[in-house]
């Protein structure tokens, strides 16, 4: 698989938190776009849509919901219009490009994806594994669950999101950064048998390394592969703006090298970054930060 480079860009905007339960990655979208990203990206020779955003309902102000499954009603409506965006975006033979927002937006992103590409490879990078369901969940919060639902576990109104059952291959899903996983999530990242680098693999063989066996690992026999950057994959001294910030993450130039490779590789058909938490960033670092990431993996190079 080798699509050649798609120059048609949708940015795509989802100012959710209620997955996160936290105010702050609201403002994500804005932060990002006020980082100049269309600028940057349409130097590189790209055109650019930016479909604005979707807009979440904020319950009352008081935002306390005490279930396993946090905000469920508003989640599910705003990634049902955000599959439908996605696929729409696709069909137009545009790359899709999305702005969390908290990292539940996955299962919108995903599942609009693969309206179009049933055979998908995604590369997940993050400190977790958001891989709980209600069950195990320590929080109750749906940003913790996007891997689950994708892989076909958890509530009825997550798994209808895009109309039918289209669930990823365990085999074509491969999570770089990992360093924090809760019990329940690590017997079924077990179970399933996805390939996890942890933050000790990076350690032990370096990022180019990783990167060579998880893009042949993505690549191989699928149709697109997408990536799901959650900002907390990175080093809190890199990316201060995160809800859930974990030491001994990726640092920038790690982060770097991995996008750098997946643009010289040329598989990414869509991609998300999430978690850009503005309320908690210093002087909009972080989403300074997504967009020179966003830049290396749309092909930008020093020289
Ligand atoms: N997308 C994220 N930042 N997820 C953090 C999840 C934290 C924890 N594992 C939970 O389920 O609540
Ligand atoms: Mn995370
Ligand atoms: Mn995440």
Redesign the pocket.
């Known amino acids: 698989m080798n699509p050649s480079l798609n120059r048609l860009v949708s940015i795509i905007g989802v100012p959710l938190d209620l997955?996160?339960n936290h105010r702050g990655v609201d403002i994500g979208p804005s932060a990002v776009r006020y980082a100049q990203l269309e600028e940057h990206l349409q130097a590189l020779g790209y055109s650019i849509e930016d479909k604005g955003d979707i807009l979440p309902n904020k319950p009352n102000c008081s935002y306390l919901d005490e279930s396993n499954l946090k905000y469920l009603d508003e989640i599910t409506r705003v990634n049902t219009e955000l599959c439908a965006i996605v696929a729409e975006e696709i069909s137009r033979n545009r790359f899709p490009l999305v702005l969390g927002g908290?990292?539940?937006i996955a299962i919108g992103t995903i599942s609009g994806v693969l309206q179009h590409k049933q055979r998908l490879g995604v590369l997940w990078f993050?400190?977790?594994?958001?891989i709980?369901t209600a069950e195990t969940?320590?929080?109750?919060?749906i940003?913790?669950?996007?891997v689950a639902v994708r892989f076909g576990l958890g509530h009825e109104r997550l798994l209808g999101i895009g109309g039918r059952r289209v669930t990823l291959n365990p085999q074509k899903f491969v999570m770089i950064g990992v360093r924090?996983?809760?019990p329940g999530?690590k017997k079924l990242l077990k179970k399933l048998g996805i390939t996890v680098y942890t933050m000790h693999e990076i350690d032990l063989f370096g990022m180019a390394a990783i990167m060579e066996k998880a893009i042949r690992q993505v690549s191989d026999g699928t149709d697109g592969v997408h990536v799901s950057f959650?900002m907390?994959a990175m080093d809190p001294l890199h990316a201060p703006g995160?809800?859930?910030p974990v030491l001994g993450g990726l640092t920038y130039r790690e982060s770097h090298l991995a996008m750098e490779l997946l643009a010289a590789a040329n598989i990414v058909t869509s991609a998300e970054f999430?978690?850009i938490n503005t309320v908690l960033d210093h002087r909009n670092q972080t989403a300074k930060v997504a967009v020179a990431l966003i830049r290396s993996l749309l092909g930008e190079r020093t020289l």
């Open positions: 997955g996160a908290d990292h539940s993050d400190a977790h594994g958001d709980n969940s320590p929080s109750g919060n940003h913790g669950m996007p924090d996983l809760d999530e959650d907390d995160v809800g859930t999430v978690e």
